[in-house]
């Protein structure tokens, strides 16, 4: 007869996760160090925003503030404190760090729980590739504060200590996959649908008559290169393109691509990171495009943020980067499961 497990406050079950959760303090305590010794300021967003982030398949938890007349206004909680750190740097500040409970929907499972912690940090007037030097840093420190010689996930391993990989979108569709990226793209970023079908159909790919470009894409990332990267070593996938790129700039080099890199290790994706673009009406574009696409996936849609839009006309040049704070922590201590290394997990829901 299956039992129902134990739940996460019973004393058996919470000691064997609180060696998990005591490495996870002491990684949060020399993430805080690290960047308070490169003068960054650490900041603290509201989770409760106008908008909780315009991108097509993140979803978010809907709640309303009610006025003293019983009117009520939407709010959501954050899906990222994105909008409300770049508010701060159009404020005046240079360096920005936030750990920052955030919320996703429709999301639960080894790697995804509906409330975790997001490491965020901000450079005004710096190139997105420093942040890259800040991930190679920050998986050592993790890493060595743990105690690991390795990351590890199910039984795949990552040395910290060695320099990441930096591997190009386009690279490793053609390492991974058999096909060339940059010739389903525009010379002005617009995607070419039936070239990226032709070629995943050559590659023994399956493609449905429904799907869009961005379906496209995502399969072949999903299926074909994630799960070859971050193996041996850390890997900093770059150079998207522009249309998989919602809030990052052109690349100066290729306007087909943005600067946005993510990093994996041990096949999981810890960290995403932008060339912050700034312009504003493009950013309207983008967020538009983006609602359309999940209004015709999902029926529905999240608003803009209008405050958002008007600071992006006074933030300076910046780079950014969210980071998986409890993925870093999952990693550097051989934890299996998220839940294993929140201190208190949300209530499993009847499905």
Request: some cysteine; aromatic content about 8%; proline content about 6%.
């Amino acid at each position: 007869m299956n039992r129902k497990p134990s739940p996460w406050w019973t004393p058996d079950v919470h000691a064997d996760r609180r060696p998990f959760l005591l490495a996870r303090n002491r990684i949060q305590a020399a993430l805080r160090a690290w960047f308070a010794m490169r003068d960054f300021i650490e900041v603290d967003t509201a989770t409760l925003q106008v908008s909780p982030g315009n991108e097509a398949h993140l979803h978010a938890f809907e709640t309303a503030a009610i006025g003293h007349a019983g009117t009520k206004t939407p709010l959501y909680l954050h899906t990222s404190p994105e909008f409300a750190c770049k508010k701060l740097l159009a404020a005046g500040e240079k360096r920005i760090a936030c750990f920052a409970h955030v919320y996703r929907n429709r999301e639960r499972g080894p790697l995804h729980h509906p409330e975790f912690t997001m490491l965020e940090w901000y450079r005004a007037g710096e190139a997105y590739d420093v942040l890259m030097e800040d991930c190679a840093l920050i998986l050592a420190l993790a890493a060595e504060v743990a105690g690991a010689p390795m990351l590890v996930w199910r039984g795949a391993t990552c040395d910290p200590a060695l320099p990441p990989e930096r591997l190009t979108v386009a690279e490793a569709f053609r390492r991974h996959a058999g096909i060339d990226l940059l010739s389903t793209l525009e010379p002005d970023g617009a995607t070419d649908r039936g070239r990226l079908a032709a070629a995943m159909q050559a590659a023994g790919l399956r493609v449905a008559e429904d799907d869009t470009w961005a379906d496209l894409f995502s399969r072949v990332l999903v299926e074909k290169v994630e799960p070859a990267l971050g193996f041996g070593r850390a890997t900093i996938l770059c150079e998207y393109p522009v249309a998989e790129a919602a809030l990052a700039r052109p690349a100066a080099h290729d306007r087909r691509v943005a600067e946005r890199f993510e990093l994996y290790a041990c096949g999981v994706e810890l960290a995403n990171a932008f060339g912050e673009l700034t312009d504003a009406a493009e950013q309207r574009r983008r967020f538009e495009l983006e609602m359309a696409e999940k209004a015709r996936v999902y029926g529905e849609t999240y608003p803009l943020d209008e405050d958002f839009l008007a600071a992006l006309a006074a933030m300076p040049e910046a780079s950014g980067i969210a980071l998986g704070f409890d993925r870093l922590v999952m990693l550097a201590t051989g934890a299996s499961r998220i839940d294993q290394v929140l201190w208190a997990p949300v209530a499993e829901t009847a499905p």
